[in-house]
């Protein structure tokens, strides 16, 4: 790995044995792109990758009538001076202008990756691990400086990147602040997006590009949504899971986001991805700044799987952080499916003596634990025990269930708070409002004015000391509604565009603070199932409740389609009950396990009303979880049959050396006199024997030929099988 600057050239050259990423300093100061792809040799000829050709009707830089920056790649474009497309940042300055000139002047090459300023990233461990370089550029007029920061790790295809603004001695308004543009020299991309709505999370979207705007985006204040995911890949028309080339675009944040690709009448690309400039501005005061999230690029050349790996790898083990980065997790019950808001300490114990007797090692109190919560519709910031319902606390069922040799975990909703509540009695201020005009209620809730310091201390303490005072191991950190009227009180009139990303920086210093005072509690964040399914998440949280919707089938596809930019370990993952409660349908116990084995595992139904050879199935599932966890939390993931495209659904993990993998195939629905069918599988050594149910096969013939799956016959909709695939 290395970053090299070539002096006389003025490119910039980043490379590792993977990838290149090159660069140059524009004729007019800023800052071009001149290849990101497959890694090239490092060598003075890597100008000749700069193009510059005259477009009639546009405003030049300079007298020669060809230099113009509508033609540039470039990395960090504005508005302004000749370049008409889609800019990444803008600026207004004191006498009303947006029109910045920021030219090179000077960059710096360090070893290793330096953190984001109060915002989460990806790390090293060791500095040898990556190689930073930032590009300092100035706009003298307005004394301001920008730093292009560019991180390229040595082990994995990926360059991150962010951008920080400096003022001096003027004050300026940031109107647009994205993290980082890509030009791309074509447009024979596809745009795969991850899309959906409540219950229904990142499925696949895949469209040509087209000359024009194709975006993603949020704007729901507090979460990266279900309906749009911050992760997205441009890939080329002929790219399949095991080949061709893709681009991975990861946003490392969990607040309103933009995610777009622009093609313009020259068929180039432009890529931009930050925080959306609609409900933002920021003031900066003189000697102040400001810093962008960060965005992770993944280049592949092999694929989707080619592209997922690496990437599920980087999240897991240098964005991910803490005690639980490495550890299997544990197998939970959760009574949420089982008993919603209707429980009582018997029940709950009655459940929890259960679960343990077929081998379940955390036990999950979900929502209504606290205040007077018997509904949706009350006591929402009230985060006391209800002790009508357990009568010792919170302490005292932590107490019993430890005792009953589980661990014990709880359900929270910090941001959230209902009119009906003692904290809204006394503090109606502290919800976000607009003076004079009515609120909107979502899920009979409000939304606490996260931009407001003394709110999140307010939480900071009451959290804090529930997780001190009782045996708390786990917390389910939830939030059910976005934002509206998003107007704080204990903010002034010019600095109401700050509220929404100040309430992002404020529940990162809350979710810092409370991971940092409670390290071995494991936190996995959720927002009504899978809306907040983002890095930003990932770096505090290292689960995340994938879906609401836990009918296997559809989990098929929420999964398949969230493995494509996150890891495994991250994908809240249970068993539910027969018939489905989201979609009433009925589907196998087994299968409903073999789908949620890929991820973190757990159960969620009331399993004292199973018979004793359901226990006993289920008693086999927890003991195969846990053998089988580490690989398939921590293996190479990789996708094989899509259940966007076919009845089927096919995945599976191998360990490092591949010695032992674990392959999954789902059918849905059952179809009469079927053909023979063919899984093949990947990731495999091709001169390996491997062990599969009673016969033996080299790698090469089951990656090129496949298992024949032949059971699904006779064993109707929804039949699920697991092959363990061992070297011999
Ligand atoms: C939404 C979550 O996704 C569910 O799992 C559950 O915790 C409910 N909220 C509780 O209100």
């Not at 003596?353 to 379940?360: R, V």
């Not at 489905?580 to 196998?588: A, M, S, V, Y």
Request: aromatic share 12%; hydrophobic share 35%; proline share 3%.
């Amino acid at each position: 790995m290395a970053i090299v600057f070539q002096e006389k050239t003025k490119v910039f050259h980043l490379y590792n044995e993977k990838i290149s990423y090159v660069m140059t300093v524009l004729p007019e100061g800023s800052i071009g792109n001149l290849y990101y792809g497959r890694r090239l040799n490092d060598n003075e000829y890597l100008l000749n990758l700069y193009q510059s050709r005259r477009r009639d009707m546009s405003a030049c830089s300079f007298d020669d009538d060809i230099f113009t920056l509508d033609d540039m790649k470039q990395e960090y474009p504005q508005y302004g001076h000749g370049d008409l497309r889609n800019p990444a940042y803008k600026i207004e300055q004191d006498n009303g202008s947006t029109i910045c000139e920021f030219v090179y002047d000077h960059h710096e090459i360090i070893q290793g990756k330096p953190p984001l300023e109060n915002l989460p990233g990806c790390y090293v461990e060791k500095i040898a691990e990556a190689e930073t370089l930032i590009i300092t550029l100035k706009d003298s007029l307005i004394e301001m400086e920008m730093k292009l920061f560019y991180t390229i790790y040595r082990d994995y295809p990926i360059i991150t990147r962010h951008c920080e603004f400096y003022t001096a001695g003027k004050e300026v308004v940031l109107e647009r602040a994205l993290s980082m543009c890509l030009d791309l020299p074509d447009s024979n991309y596809q745009m795969i997006t991850f899309t959906g709505a409540w219950a229904r999370e990142r499925a696949v979207t895949r469209r040509d590009l087209q000359i024009g705007v194709q975006s993603i985006y949020s704007l729901r204040g507090n979460g990266s949504s279900a309906q749009m995911n911050p992760f997205f890949m441009l890939a080329r028309k002929n790219t399949t899971e095991q080949a061709g080339e893709a681009i991975g675009f990861s946003f490392v944040y969990s607040g309103n986001f933009l995610g777009q690709a622009e093609v313009d009448n020259y068929h180039v690309t432009r890529v931009l991805m930050g925080i959306h400039p609609e409900c933002f501005s920021w003031h900066l005061a003189q000697n102040d700044h400001f810093v962008t999230p960060e965005v992770i690029l993944t280049y592949s050349d092999e694929g989707f799987n080619g592209l997922s790996i690496p990437l599920h790898k980087l999240l897991r083990t240098r964005l991910a952080r803490g005690y639980w980065r490495d550890r299997e997790r544990p197998v939970l019950i959760n009574n949420w499916e089982a008993t919603y808001f209707d429980f009582d300490e018997e029940k709950i114990i009655n459940l929890a003596a259960k679960a343990k007797s077929i081998g379940i090692e955390l036990f999950v109190l979900d929502d209504g634990w606290f205040g007077e919560r018997n509904s949706d519709k009350s006591s929402l910031g009230d985060w006391y025990v209800n002790t009508s319902k357990l009568p010792g606390g919170i302490t005292g069922l932590a107490e019993k269930i430890e005792g009953l040799g589980m661990k014990f975990g709880i359900w929270i909703e910090p941001e959230s708070i209902n009119a009906d509540s003692d904290l809204y009695r006394s503090h109606s201020q502290w919800v976000l409002q607009v003076p004079g005009r009515r609120m909107s209620p979502s899920r009979n809730q409000f939304i606490l004015d996260f931009s407001n310091d003394e709110v999140v201390d307010y939480l900071a303490e009451r959290i804090d000391s529930l997780l001190a005072t009782a045996k708390i191991s786990y917390v389910k950190w939830d939030m059910n509604r976005s934002l509206s009227e998003a107007f704080s009180l204990a903010a002034s009139a010019d600095k109401q565009q700050m509220v929404m990303h100040k309430y992002i920086l404020n529940l990162y210093r809350l979710y810092e603070y409370l991971t940092s005072r409670h390290p071995e509690v494991l936190f996995e964040s959720c927002s009504s199932g899978g809306a907040r399914f983002d890095c930003g998440m990932l770096y505090y949280a290292p689960q995340t409740w994938a879906s609401d919707d836990t009918d296997a089938w559809q989990r098929c596809q929420i999964q398949y389609g969230t493995s494509y930019g996150y890891p495994i370990s991250m994908i809240g993952s249970h068993v539910s009950a027969s018939p489905n409660h989201q979609l009433g349908r009925n589907t196998p116990l087994t299968t409903r396990a073999n789908v949620a084995y890929f991820g973190t595992f757990g159960y969620e139904m009331d399993i004292t009303e199973c018979t004793e050879e359901e226990l006993d199935e289920m008693k086999k599932q927890i003991e195969f979880m846990k053998e089988n966890r580490r690989l398939i939390q921590q293996g190479d993931f990789y996708r094989l049959v899509s259940p966007f495209e076919t009845n089927n659904n096919a995945w599976m993990v191998v360990n490092e050396n591949k010695s032992k993998a674990i392959a999954g195939f789902y059918q849905c629905l059952n179809t009469i006199n079927q053909g023979y069918y063919y899984l093949k599988l990947q990731g495999l050594d091709p001169d390996q024997l491997y062990q599969v149910d009673d016969k033996r096969y080299y790698g090469d013939v089951l990656m090129n030929v496949g298992i024949c799956v032949d059971e699904r016959k006779i064993n109707g909709d929804f039949y699920s099988k697991i092959y363990l695939i061992e070297a011999v």
